[in-house]
C-alpha cells in the first residue's frame, strides 16, 4: 500500500505565505496527477491546485496569481506555495495522489489533512 502525509499549515495574518508539503511513500510505481484539496467549515471540498505527472497545472480561480502548485517526481512531493492569503483561504488542505501501486492497479489516496487559519 501507499499513503501521502501533508505538513506544513498554521495560522498565519492576511497577506502573508506558507507553504504546504505532501509526501508519498510506501509501494509506489508511478505517480499520476497530485493535488491540493480544501474544505472550509460546511462547505464542500474542492480542489485548489492539480499537476500532472507531465507536468499540466489547473489552479482554481480564486487562487490564481497567488498560489503555486510544483512536483518533484524523485521525492515522490507535491508543494502548494501560498501568498497573500486572505481569510477565506482558511480550510482543512488535503493532498490528493493517483498512485500506481503495481503495474495493472492505480488507486486514489488522500491525506488527513492540514488546518491553515489566516487570521488577524
Known amino acids: 500500500q501507499a499513503q501521502v502525509v501533508e505538513s506544513g499549515g498554521g495560522l498565519v495574518q492576511p497577506g502573508g505565505s506558507l507553504r504546504l508539503s505532501c509526501a508519498a511513500s510506501g509501494s509506489i510505481v508511478n505517480i499520476d496527477s497530485m493535488g491540493w484539496y480544501r474544505q472550509a467549515p460546511d462547505k464542500p471540498r474542492e480542489l485548489v491546485a492539480s499537476i500532472t505527472s507531465g507536468g499540466k497545472i489547473n489552479y482554481e480561480d480564486s487562487v490564481k496569481g497567488r498560489f503555486t502548485i510544483s512536483r518533484i517526481d524523485a521525492e515522490n512531493t507535491v508543494y502548494l506555495q501560498m501568498n497573500s492569503l486572505k481569510p477565506d483561504d482558511t480550510a482543512v488542505y488535503y493532498c490528493?495522489?493517483?498512485?500506481?501501486?503495481?503495474?495493472?492497479?492505480?488507486?486514489?489516496?488522500w491525506g488527513k489533512g492540514t488546518l491553515v487559519t489566516v487570521s488577524s
Open positions: 490528493n495522489a493517483q498512485i500506481w501501486i503495481n503495474t495493472s492497479l492505480r488507486s486514489n489516496f
